[in-house]
């Protein structure tokens, strides 16, 4: 079975204003809760690899979803607080998709 990835910029920032030097990413707080999520689920089916920079920096939170023979996914404007569910249901999906499309809702 192919790989499945998940990768997370871990330097994203939704805000527009400065983000104070102590405060985390907005990318961080992303990885750390879908890196929790996962734990608990026990979501062995696919990677999470934190990356520096998907180039999408105006957009907020940013994730790509990848496998070898499939399309790959951007997500955009996520929410670290809420996002991290929807993400690893996504993520279900796409493993489960022989040719990984997933019909948008």
């Not at 990885?31 to 520096?52: G, M, Q, R, T, Y």
Request: hydrophobic letters at 35%; one cysteine or more.
């Amino acid at each position: 079975m192919p790989k499945h990835t998940l990768f997370v910029c871990k330097s994203c920032h939704r805000s527009s204003e400065e983000r104070p030097e102590t405060s985390p990413f907005d990318g961080t707080i992303l990885l750390e809760k879908l890196n929790s999520l996962c734990d608990e689920l026990h979501a062995d089916k696919f990677e999470i690899h934190p990356v520096k920079c998907l180039w999408a920096c105006s957009q907020g939170c940013v994730v790509a979803v990848s496998s070898q023979d499939k399309p790959t996914y951007l997500f955009v404007n996520l929410l670290p607080e809420e996002s991290p569910a929807a993400l690893v249901e996504f993520m279900q999906l796409y493993i489960k998709k022989r040719k990984g499309a997933i019909a948008w809702e």
